[in-house]
């Protein structure tokens, strides 16, 4: 017997495909049933949350339906049957039903009481403005007063009739139906309502309140009332409002509360600005410098309070609107001026009243907090807003007066100011986060789209502030010179690669000379140059004439240093003559194996490591006294 070819019994490539053809919408038919039965579940469960809304206790309600089932069809004598009661008890049950439902009234006007007082906890005087609005409010009420209506009517229509109708037996059922689904609903209504009383998504439908409508009432009612200097819409200002509620919110320590506030004064503050773009409706001007109110408010009250999370997440609101502001500062133009730019004048207030009002109680996380946010600020305006508008610093000109060099140097004397604050309230631990806003500040002007002349500019700014700021610190610090109170040397490397200006270079060596008379020059310092040196060894191939430049300035400022010091001096300067020549004989020997053989760089080397004549005297001057030179090579 011929045995059966499986083989031949596949389906061809050709008909694989017929079959995938037919069957391919039933699977996009299933799964779309599936997503959809997923997605009706995931709603249910974890949005509606269902099982909140069930208030019969299913084994309790089915004992007695079973007990009452049981009972009717072994005990009851009549025959099972369905059929209308009769006019009197009718009349009877819809008397009964009215009396019934008008025992709920107390109980629903006593969640509506419950909700109102939970809705003015968290929202204030917007209550007053909003929860009788309320779709729930509004809902249950109705319900109640037409259920109510027609259970008297159908009680009227059932005691005037003298025989049974069929309009009679018709309202008769609408009643007991109404009724039992009004009775069905008002504790999940209720429900909703309570929820509704303190979902924060009524903090952005306030927000949102702040329109084109509301702002030329405002106008309006100004216009109005100018005589007389009232103002009726002052009690209805969205921006007043949120500022109640963000007090509550604050003295309560809600925090996400404040942070629905600051989401929604963003999302709304995007959606004008996208507004104006397309229709020139609302200026986004108005909302930002209510925005800027907004926070300096709340910032004073999350203070006082001693609320340090509200405190922050305020900065940080405050510093994202700025944001919007920089990016898109040619639509904050409502008079339309030809030479509009952007100031920054409002921010800077901002930063400096917070500064000292942290400062002032004591609340350092957060002071560290806004000197962060003024470096991405500063970031902000280097990195977008300059780039952007496609400003070159005319260097021809010398000092140039012009908008955005003056905002540069009024941006840094902010700056100023607030650093100084620092110093007058003995806030000198802060000067980590100064110095690593000017390290920061300095890769960002190299790393920026900026032309050469604006970074050069820009770099000069920032390293002169830099220094300025370093010697008011320094004098009042204790600790020695280390990477977190150091604001020179990171980006000098990079910045004689990129922009190769050599600012930062000239910035540090002053730096450098002016630790030495306040005896603070250290191994750390030293070693600074040393790497800098050491960078433009590398780069001597591509650039040999900015290397050779950088080198002689460390060599020529070693040597200065060097002549200060005389052989009466203290143990520490000692220590430093000693150190200056060992450096300088390292990076001199690197040089040698990196092949550096220019006769001018080489004759300055030695003829500067021949001037060290006292190194050997206090070397063993040291050694004698026990004395450990500091030198992180030797570690």
Not at 31 to 44: D, E, Q
Not at 161 to 176: P, W
Not at 452 to 464: A, H, P, Y
Request: proline share 3%.
């Amino acid at each position: 017997m011929d045995q059966p070819n499986f083989e031949d019994s596949k389906p061809t490539v050709k008909g694989r495909r017929i079959l995938s053809a037919i069957t391919s919408p039933f699977r996009k038919v299933r799964k779309f049933f599936r997503i959809s039965i997923f997605r009706a579940r995931y709603y249910l469960k974890y949005r509606i949350r269902l099982k909140e809304f069930v208030i019969i206790e299913p084994r309790i309600f089915l004992s007695l339906l079973g007990i009452t089932i049981i009972g009717y069809l072994l005990l009851s004598p009549r025959p099972w049957e369905l059929r209308f009661p009769s006019r009197d008890n009718e009349v009877y049950l819809a008397e009964n039903i009215l009396r019934t439902i008008s025992i709920f009234v107390g109980i629903v006007f006593s969640f509506i009481v419950l909700s109102f007082n939970v809705f003015y906890k968290y929202f204030g005087r917007f209550t007053f403005i909003q929860f009788f609005s309320n779709v729930y409010v509004k809902f249950i009420f109705t319900f109640f007063v037409c259920t109510i209506v027609l259970v008297l009517y159908t009680c009227a229509i059932l005691k005037e009739s003298e025989v049974r109708t069929v309009y009679g037996d018709f309202l008769f059922c609408c009643s007991v139906v109404v009724s039992l689904l009004l009775v069905l609903s008002i504790i999940p209504v209720l429900i909703l309502l309570l929820r509704s009383s303190q979902n924060r998504d009524n903090i952005s439908l306030l927000i949102s309140n702040f329109n084109k409508e509301w702002t030329e009432s405002e106008f309006l009612n100004q216009v109005f009332n100018r005589k007389n200097g009232k103002n009726s819409q002052e009690d209805r200002d969205p921006i007043n409002l949120i500022i109640e509620i963000g007090t509550a919110a604050i003295k309560d320590f809600d925090r996400q509360s404040i942070i629905a506030i600051k989401n929604g004064c963003l999302k709304h503050f995007n959606i004008i600005l996208n507004e104006y773009k397309v229709a020139e409706g609302i200026s986004p001007l108005d909302f930002y410098e209510r925005q800027i109110d907004l926070g300096r408010i709340l910032f004073q009250v999350a203070i006082k309070e001693r609320n340090e999370n509200a405190a922050i997440i305020i900065i940080k609101m405050l510093l994202e609107v700025e944001s919007i502001y920089i990016e898109h500062f040619e639509h904050f133009n409502p008079y339309e001026h030809e030479n509009h730019t952007y100031d920054g004048i409002p921010f800077s207030v901002a930063m400096k009243e917070t500064f000292v009002k942290a400062v002032q109680f004591n609340e350092d996380t957060v002071a560290q907090r806004i000197i962060d946010t003024c470096r991405s600020w500063l970031e902000l305006i280097i990195k977008v807003y300059l780039p952007k508008i496609k400003y070159d610093f005319p260097k021809e000109k010398g000092i140039s007066l012009d908008k955005q060099s003056y905002l540069i140097m009024s941006t840094y004397s902010s700056l100023g100011q607030i650093f100084k604050s620092a110093l007058s309230y003995k806030k000198t631990l802060i000067y980590k986060e100064i110095s690593s806003l000017f390290n920061v500040v300095d890769l960002n002007i190299i790393d920026s789209n900026n032309t050469r002349n604006t970074k050069v500019f820009l770099l000069q700014q920032n390293g002169s502030h830099s220094l300025t700021e370093f010697k008011n610190f320094i004098k009042q610090l204790d600790s020695e010179i280390s990477f977190d109170n150091y604001p020179f040397g990171i980006a000098t490397s990079h910045e004689i690669s990129e922009v190769k200006s050599q600012v930062p270079l000239q910035y540090e060596l002053k730096a450098f000379e002016w630790l030495f008379f306040q005896n603070k020059l250290n191994v750390f310092v030293i070693n600074s140059l040393k790497a800098v040196a050491l960078h433009a060894i590398s780069m001597f191939e591509k650039d040999n004439k900015g290397a050779i430049s950088v080198l002689l300035s460390i060599i020529r400022k070693f040597n200065e240093v060097k002549n200060y010091i005389r052989s009466e001096d203290t143990d520490h300067r000692k220590e430093i003559y000693i150190l200056l020549y060992k450096y300088l004989e390292i990076i001199k020997d690197y040089a040698a194996t990196k092949g550096i053989k220019d006769k001018n760089l080489i004759d300055e080397w030695d003829s500067v490591l021949k001037t060290f004549p006292m190194r050997d005297d206090f070397q063993k001057q040291l050694d004698s006294k026990g004395y450990i030179v500091k030198d992180h090579l030797d570690e």
